[in-house]
């Protein structure tokens, strides 16, 4: 189980974009969970059983923008595993 878990931090740690965030997905065959999430900049999260890990991320934006400025957003992404929080990465949109 730990070359799963090393590998799924490994593999996130790399995650730069939307398109790197997909590809985690499909290579772990995260699915929607279905879980309905109060804040509207939670764009949703995915989850499956990996190896026999309980893996979830959870994507969600922010807007660093302040008064006169403009700033793109950032992505964050959460990686739980086993229910405990393991990593959260960030990149611009």
Excluded: C
């Excluded at 190896?51 to 969600?60: F, N, P, S, Y």
């Amino acid at each position: 189980m730990n070359n799963v878990i090393e590998g799924l931090k490994a593999d996130f740690a790399r995650i730069d974009s939307n398109a790197g965030l997909h590809e985690f997905a499909r290579k772990y065959a995260l699915i929607d969970d279905g879980v309905k999430h109060a804040s509207p900049q939670v764009y949703g999260s995915q989850a499956a059983v990996v190896g026999g890990v309980a893996v979830r991320i959870t994507h969600r934006w922010y807007d660093p923008s302040g008064p006169f400025q403009n700033l793109p957003d950032v992505a964050k992404v959460a990686l739980d595993l086993d229910g405990v929080r393991w990593s959260e990465i960030a990149y611009d949109e």
